[in-house]
């Protein structure tokens, strides 16, 4: 009798011990899940962001941008400044994985080189090299126009493109 009672208690312990593995296991990766995942603001300007830094993308990005923005630069001289050629290999620093989003939030924001107000979603990343080295917290911004995200450059890259030039 003693032998079972034993045999019973080792069980329960067993047991207790799984039910309680799964119950962190079961709490733990909702969290998991969370931290990889990107809203969609925060993952449209990832891509962006991504794109920008490995190059060969400039019709991509030309398209993407704030239509208020691309009235005021000549595909020509986007195409010019953002070559379409591709990347050479191991020229990029970043991955994907790289871009991890901190927060997001709506904001209202002039769109640079314009004066249209508009609503936009602020999103802040933290940047990592593909060498584990932490680049910084970085903020980019996203606008909803026609059903899509939207990006915009900064009032000096606007500066520069408005003169001519490639900033």
């Not at 593995?21 to 733990?28: T, Y």
């Not at 300007?45 to 490995?54: F, G, H, N, T």
């Not at 997001?104 to 802040?124: D, F, K, M, Q, Y």
Request: hydrophobic share 40%; with cysteine; glycine share 8%.
């Amino acid at each position: 009798m003693m032998c079972e009672t034993r045999r019973w208690s080792e069980g329960m312990k067993r047991l207790t011990q799984m039910l309680a593995l799964m119950a962190i296991v079961a709490l733990s990766a909702p969290v998991a899940v969370q931290a990889r995942t990107m809203s969609s603001a925060g993952s449209f300007m990832a891509r962006i962001y991504l794109e920008q830094e490995q190059g060969g993308h400039g019709l991509h990005l030309y398209a993407t941008l704030h239509p208020a923005q691309r009235r005021l630069i000549p595909m020509a001289l986007w195409l010019a400044c953002n070559p379409e050629s591709p990347p050479s290999p191991g020229s990029s620093y970043i991955a994907p994985e790289s871009l991890g989003e901190l927060s997001h939030r709506n904001v209202s924001r002039i769109v640079p080189g314009t004066h249209l107000r508009v609503t936009a979603v602020e999103v802040r990343y933290r940047d990592t090299a593909f060498t584990g080295a932490d680049l910084g917290i970085m903020t980019l911004h996203a606008v909803r126009v026609g059903g899509g995200w939207r990006w915009m450059l900064s009032a000096s890259h606007i500066r520069w493109y408005k003169k001519g030039e490639c900033p």
